[in-house]
């Protein structure tokens, strides 16, 4: 009989005494590379390069919180438009017709038979000389208002960046879109054929099931690898620091260039990935046992 995941957990001594253990052995190694590295350790400049004062004396975010909220905005927006293109692909890859089939089947092994690196690099030139002077948004950055400028600062960050901040959040979406698409059709290929054959035996027609009955069902399997694949693209997001998107790695490696300070930049700045990535954990876990709640119910 398999154990119960809603079951509460309790802090026993076997737990405390890993704890113990683990801390034990990093000491040891801390004590160990301390002693071998000549490295002098300084802090003093890390509240700078997370705040500021603004000129109405209130506190700011400076670089290392920009870049913070630079791959937040990133994320969201990449996962919002990956899904929309996962969703639509892993529909054309489920469906009995051969050309989206095929559409969708090539999409998907070019995508995840070449290396993310390569991809960035290719997409990012197509996009940036090709795809984004085309649809006119240097210009339409150029002749934004006060208030679309305010709206823009919200929602893509500093408008004079936004540009590549888009590019950025293509190139993710795109490659994103591959691994959503085959977690859509997993997710779809999960439904009982009973399901549908019941809902066709009473008149519907192919899109009314899939609507009606493929769609919720499949949303159910798919939402607990759709939220492992955002805390992934929250964490690959810092490839496109090397297409100058200016997101958390970018202006860490600035700063650690900048103030000399490497170690305790990084140090910083994997932190925040972590607070990050584990806050989405939870939140992500926490919504997955109120969904099994909902389904016992």
């Known amino acids: 009989m398999y154990p119960d995941p809603d079951r509460p957990r309790r802090f026993g001594a076997l737990d405390a005494a890993l704890i113990a253990a683990a801390l034990g052995v990093a000491a040891y190694f801390w004590f160990r590379v301390s002693d071998v590295l000549v490295y002098r350790w300084d802090w003093s400049f890390l509240p700078g390069a997370l705040i500021r004062t603004g000129p109405d004396g209130g506190w700011r975010p400076n670089l290392l919180l920009e870049g913070l909220l630079t791959t937040i905005r990133l994320s969201l927006w990449a996962m919002a438009l990956a899904s929309l293109l996962g969703l639509a692909l892993g529909a ?47 210009a339409a950055l150029r002749a934004l208002g006060p208030q679309g400028a305010a709206l823009t600062g919200a929602l893509l960050g500093p408008p004079a960046l936004a540009e590549n901040l888009l590019s950025g959040v293509l190139c993710l979406a795109l490659l994103e879109a591959a691994y959503i698409c085959e977690i ?14 019941a809902a066709r035996s009473l008149g519907l027609r192919p899109f009314q099931v899939f609507r009606l009955v493929t769609a919720p069902l499949a949303l159910r399997a798919v939402t607990p690898p759709l ?25 860490a490696t600035e700063v650690a260039v900048s103030t000399g300070r490497r ?32 389904d016992r119910r």
Do not use: H
């Not at 038979?113 to 085309?134: D, E, R």
């Not at 930049?265 to 926490?286: E, K, M, Q, S």
């Open 227 to 251: 939220a492992n694949q955002f805390i992934m693209l929250v964490k690959n997001s810092a490839i496109v620091s090397l297409i100058s998107v200016q997101e958390l790695t970018f202006i």
């Open 92 to 138: 054309m890859a489920s469906s009995a017709r051969l050309l989206p089939k095929m559409t969708a089947t090539v999409y998907v092994g070019l995508i995840r038979n070449m290396p993310p690196l390569v991809f960035i690099f290719v997409f990012y030139f197509f996009l940036s000389s090709q795809i984004i002077p085309a649809l006119g948004v240097d």
């Open 184 to 197: 859509v059709r997993a997710g779809i290929g999960s439904v009982p054929e009973a399901q549908k054959e």
């Open 263 to 294: 170690f305790e930049t990084w140090i910083v700045v994997a932190a925040l990935y972590f607070a990050l990535c584990y806050g989405l954990a939870r939140l992500f876990a926490r919504l997955e046992r109120r969904m099994r709640l909902t």
